[in-house]
């Protein structure tokens, strides 16, 4: 085995808030934590990516100027054991834009677009663990057989944290307060 497959030691041992708010933004990119310890997350083909960058891009301007949706950045849903997520698409507060990290109370709506390797974890880790967050909203958008996106929208039930189902919509996304905007996805 070559040096360049070895895994960094930094990998095989758990992580804190202090140390992962010591690397840089280079070290961070593609990775998450969970429970503490890495996750590699394997970068998203161009289509996903495309589907997140039009869809943060309708969000941000059906958002008006309280909140903010962007991409690429980390959600810090617990500091022990450290958990940080890297969602698809973050509807946030834009009073919290240069608060670092961003936590769950900052933020109302993640999206997460389905990729090949990632159905389990955004159809059902990651539904879990942003509902007992507290994030008010949550989007799982998959790609149909037909090549229109299909968006699975769950809303959170503060009482039992859990996420109930919301609608669902192929090729065009309605959103409810306090933005509402329409994209049409179709040709994605």
């Not at 070895?6 to 969970?34: F, K, R, T």
């Not at 039992?160 to 994209?183: H, L, Q, W």
Request: aromatic share 8%; glycine share 4%.
């Amino acid at each position: 085995m070559s040096a360049e497959m070895v895994a960094p030691e930094w990998m095989h041992s758990p992580i804190s808030a202090e140390q992962y708010d010591s690397w840089s933004e280079e070290q961070c990119a593609g990775i998450e934590i969970v429970d503490g310890m890495v996750v590699v997350s394997p970068s998203a083909s161009k289509r996903p990516n495309r589907l997140a960058r039009i869809l943060a891009n309708a969000l941000d301007e059906a958002a008006g100027s309280d909140w903010n949706a962007d991409t690429d950045f980390d959600v810090r849903l617990q500091d022990v054991p450290l958990t940080n997520r890297r969602p698809d698409v973050v509807v946030y507060r834009a009073e919290t834009i240069d608060l670092v990290p961003t936590r769950p109370e900052h933020v109302l709506l993640v999206v997460e677009v389905v990729s090949p390797g990632s159905e389990t974890t955004d159809r059902v880790v990651k539904v879990d663990q942003y509902a007992k967050a507290g994030i008010p909203f949550y989007w799982r958008v998959e790609q149909a057989a037909t090549g229109v996106p299909i968006i699975y929208t769950y809303v959170l039930d503060p009482a039992t944290r859990a996420y109930r189902d919301g609608e669902m919509f192929t090729g065009a996304i309605k959103a409810a307060a306090p933005f509402s905007v329409t994209v049409d996805l179709g040709t994605i």
